[in-house]
């Protein structure tokens, strides 16, 4: 992790106690109860940079940005090999009868054509990324009085363009203020693409992985897409059920009686439209109440932190998957404990 510094000031003070000139903001050093407080809760933002660098950068860049190209997404992509890749690996390993080692060797990258001398570009931006940004209230009744949820930043809205986590981006372009982009300024992105969809005849959401598998007519798999899931198990849902709607940009009914941490909204509101709505820009209901596969409005947090009941994939992953569904499509749930009943692959 890489810490945006402390501000500078003078005298280096925090609530009347001296700041330890010889200890950074990062570490636990005073015994102070003011500045406890303020090392617990400090005023600086978590940038998670990729801890590659060079040629090994490139390296990773290029295996994430094939695995996402066919299909197997390995989350947001941010230059480390870590858990997703390495799902993402094994899957396609198995499927192409491949040593499952989870690790891109040499027999891997062939299969993938992974290129590191193609995995950046230039990117020119647009008018359209500057427009996309907008305010970022936190409370529901403030989210409630705009017309668009966009983005906090043009750094946040090109991240997301191109699958990408924002430490990456600053690791490609460093020295640049990437918040404060203009029309016309010039940057480095990873050189994503992606194949056509294939039509899903079934999916498989496995719980314990955190993962939905997109099966073809073929019983192929086709596609891995990594989720969030319930927070608490007593929600996680079990059998099967089916595609019932399939929305692109949508709106949110928020219901106070589904968020009962929110304390200051006492009746159903509507939430607009946007890349940081609660469900980001796709929505796919299931013929359960209450439940759907949708985007998000923090992809970094994918998998990391737990949902009210439903899935939640990054905006690109979710778009993609309802490219690949239709009203109808089969939907399965299976944890640690059960076999796929459609996989191909035991």
């Known amino acids: 992790m890489r810490w945006v510094p402390w501000p500078s000031v003078a005298p280096r003070r925090f609530l009347g106690v001296p700041w330890p000139s010889a200890a950074p903001p990062c570490k636990f050093f005073t015994p102070h109860l003011p500045l406890i407080f303020a090392l617990l809760f ?24 094939a695995l996402e190209r066919v299909g197997y997404s390995p989350g947001v992509i941010d230059g480390t090999l870590g858990r997703k890749t390495k799902i993402a690996l094994a899957e396609f390993q198995r499927v192409h009868h491949l040593p499952e080692t989870g690790s891109p060797d040499a027999a891997t990258n062939e299969a993938l054509r992974v290129d590191p001398s193609d995995s950046v570009t230039d990117y020119r931006v647009t008018t359209s990324d ?30 997301e363009k191109f699958h990408c986590s924002r430490g990456l981006l600053r690791c490609l372009n460093p020295g640049r203020n990437l918040t404060k982009l203009s029309d016309g300024e010039s940057i480095v992105v990873p050189n994503i693409s992606c194949e056509p969809a294939h039509a899903a005849q ?15 007519s073929q019983r192929r798999l086709a596609a891995i897409f990594h989720c969030s899931i319930a927070k608490k198990k007593e929600k996680l849902p079990s059998g099967e059920t089916k595609i019932d709607v399939v929305s692109e940009n949508p709106t949110y009914l928020f219901d106070p009686k589904m968020w009962p941490e929110v304390k ?23 013929k359960l109440p209450g439940y759907g596969i949708h985007g998000s409005p923090n992809p970094e947090l994918i998998g990391k932190t737990g949902s009210h009941g439903c899935f939640r994939l990054t905006n690109w992953d979710a778009l993609r998957l309802a490219k690949m569904v239709h009203v109808g499509t089969k939907v399965s749930f299976i944890n640690d404990s059960q076999v796929a009943m459609t996989d191909p692959r035991s």
């Open 42 to 65: 400090p005023p600086a933002i978590a940038i998670a940079a990729p801890r590659a660098t060079g040629g090994s950068l490139k390296q990773a860049l290029a295996v994430q940005i």
């Open 264 to 286: 200051d909204v006492k009746q159903k509101i509507l939430i607009p439209h946007g890349p940081r709505n609660p469900v980001g820009l796709c929505w796919m209901g299931l």
């Open 130 to 159: 500057v427009t996309a940004v907008g305010p970022s209230p936190e409370k529901w009744l403030e989210k409630s009085k705009l017309k668009y949820l966009g983005y906090d930043s043009v750094e946040a809205a090109i991240a």
């Open 202 to 216: 079934h999916l498989e959401i496995d719980l314990g992985e955190k993962i939905i598998r997109v099966y073809d």
